[in-house]
């Protein structure tokens, strides 16, 4: 499916969260629950007030899509892309998938998600140029992180999660998350 049909098959088909594989083959996602929704919203609430008080980028939430090197079309559940890389892409691209991927990536793992599907998706979005990502697990209270170039890192029941690379200066107060 080429973006303009998957654009118009969201569109057609909009109570769905769609990806897109490597090989075209389409994911469907399921709907957030109560909790995930809580909790993705104190994220990308926090990440975007962060992003305009700080003003080098903006904040991404999980309606965005962004077309990968690999040709997968990924939607993570919050995302920072630097104002130096999006100005120049929405003069040409506009509404349409963001042509790169993000600096900063967080994806939230749900209930209904295995760990091991969400770490090959970290994993793929470094593959894929991300510097920095964060997943969240709030069934075992654990942040790991991924940096590029680095294995990475586990983090038990942190308090607080401060940015460094892309997002320095950024930090997510994890209470709210492990509600």
Do not use: H
Request: hydrophobic letters at 40%; proline letters at 6%.
């Amino acid at each position: 499916m080429s973006d303009d049909e998957l654009m118009r098959f969201c569109a057609v088909n909009d109570a769905l969260r769609v990806e897109r594989e490597p090989n075209g083959e389409l994911l469907v996602m399921t709907p957030a629950g109560m909790k995930s929704g809580m909790r993705n919203g104190a994220i990308i609430g926090a990440l975007y007030a962060w992003a305009q008080a700080d003003g080098r980028g903006y904040a991404f939430d999980a309606n965005t899509g962004f077309n990968l090197s690999d040709g997968s079309m990924r939607s993570p559940d919050a995302a920072w892309v630097s104002a130096e890389r999006l100005d120049p892409a929405m003069q040409e691209e506009g509404d349409r998938y963001a042509p790169f991927c993000p600096e900063f990536v967080i994806e939230l793992r749900s209930a209904s998600d295995r760990l091991t599907d969400v770490e090959a998706k970290m994993e793929q979005w470094m593959a894929n140029g991300a510097e920095l990502a964060w997943l969240i697990d709030p069934a075992l209270k654990r942040v790991t992180i991924y940096k590029a170039g680095s294995d990475p890192e586990m983090r038990e029941t942190p308090a607080k999660v401060v940015g460094d690379g892309p997002i320095t200066g950024f930090e997510l107060d994890m209470m709210r998350i492990w509600k």
